[in-house]
């Protein structure tokens, strides 16, 4: 039976992101990012080509918004779910916003141009865990979401791909090339790690999701700290799952 999970949770995505940005380190992988505003909303719009729109406490990908400005016929698309539209002006948005997003906190993040497989969009999930007292790296999986898909989230229809397959078939990366970038984000999650838990000493998973956009630079898009596991329990490698859930047990036999 999997065992169930009783740690510390921080669902803030806005005080998760002012933690890491206080740290030098994390600091330029972490894509511009402030809470909804008119006038924050109208200052990344003016700057960025692409902006997502996340619920401050939202999980599961529910809630997001993507805008995107086509500048060849100079309209502003608007995606949230199933729906799509279109409009001439920042003011429609503002207004269809209101409502939207009424009752509701939001953050406004930067647009990464995300690496993708057929019109699929990919991501990266690294788990960290901490079954005794210090933080280990327990797998990297990919996120791959449906055609066209704003999100990548196993909610909304994304699959596991491997780390590998993923980089291979888009950036056409070296086997020296990937081992080299794998280990770029288990050492930049871990610094993640033990950054939040100077405020969180009481986590003990984290669910890092990496952007890695067409020119191979990466970014931090989110911590998770209550990380589902299913999409490395599809991975081929079933020890990393078989591990991932030992750590689980360990951690919930330390509390």
Do not use: C
């Amino acid at each position: 039976m999997y065992p169930k999970r009783r740690y510390q949770y921080v669902a803030s995505k806005w005080k998760k992101t002012q933690l890491l940005l206080e740290n030098e380190a994390i600091r330029p992988y972490i894509p511009d990012t402030l809470r909804l505003t008119r006038e924050n909303l109208i200052q990344m719009l003016l700057i960025h080509s692409v902006v997502y729109l996340k619920p401050e406490n939202g999980m599961k990908g529910n809630g997001i918004i993507r805008i995107d400005y086509d500048e060849e016929v100079e309209v502003y698309i608007i995606k949230s779910g199933n729906d799509s539209r279109a409009v001439s002006s920042i003011f429609p948005i503002l207004q269809w916003l209101k409502r939207k997003t009424a009752g509701h906190k939001y953050l406004i993040q930067q647009g990464i141009d995300l690496i993708s497989l057929e019109n699929k969009p990919i991501d990266f999930r690294v788990l960290l865990q901490k079954p005794k007292k210090e933080w280990v790296y327990a797998g990297i999986v990919g996120k791959l979401g449906e055609p066209n898909s704003i999100t990548t989230n196993l909610a909304q229809g994304g699959k596991a791909i491997s780390f590998r397959e993923a980089l291979s078939k888009t950036l056409e990366l070296s086997v020296d090339e990937m081992k080299e970038l794998k280990d770029e984000l288990e050492q930049l999650s871990l610094i993640i790690a033990n950054q939040l838990t100077l405020s969180y000493p009481g986590l003990r998973e984290l669910g890092i999701d990496f952007a890695i956009d067409i020119d191979g630079s990466y970014w931090v898009l989110e911590v998770n700290t209550s990380p589902g596991h299913q999409l490395f329990k599809q991975l081929p490698n079933d020890k990393i799952y078989k591990r991932i859930i030992q750590n689980v047990r360990a951690i919930n036999f330390s509390l």
